[in-house]
């Protein structure tokens, strides 16, 4: 099993920045995808950014791309969310994830952590 828990959600005005974290614990391997996932209220969940705990392979959304960076540090199995130039259509319940391999299909991803809020007024 893998435990995943998230930190970094706050309230920020429009243009800035927050660093969402996420701590994997537990029988995780190092060729794992680690994902962020975020779900506004009334809306579907989506797929933000992907990255293999190694580092390769990044993938992100067309509506974040040039604003949001997603990383890794393989010492302590932990994924970061960097997300400069917020807009409050950003606001969201941002949602870190893990399964042995990226994968554009949301169900497939195995496991979830609890969430983090982000607000942009």
């Known amino acids: 099993h893998v435990q995943l828990v998230e930190s970094g959600g706050a309230s920020v005005q429009a243009g800035g920045s927050l660093r969402l974290s996420c701590a994997a614990s537990?029988?995780?391997?190092?060729?794992?995808?680690m994902g962020w996932f975020r779900q506004a209220p009334g809306k579907e969940r989506e797929g933000v950014a992907a990255?293999?705990?190694?580092?390769?392979?990044?993938f992100y959304v067309d509506s974040v791309k040039g604003r949001f960076t997603i990383s890794t540090d393989m010492s302590n199995y932990t994924v970061y969310l960097d997300m400069t130039g917020l807009k409050p259509e950003d606001t969201a319940m941002y949602y870190c994830?893990?399964?042995?391999?990226?994968?554009?299909?949301?169900?497939?991803?195995?496991?979830w952590g609890q969430g983090t809020q982000v607000t942009v007024s």
């Open positions: 990255i293999y705990i190694g580092g390769s392979s990044i």
């Open positions: 994830a893990a399964h042995p391999y990226c994968s554009h299909v949301i169900d497939r991803w195995t496991y």
């Open positions: 537990g029988n995780i391997a190092s060729s794992y995808c």
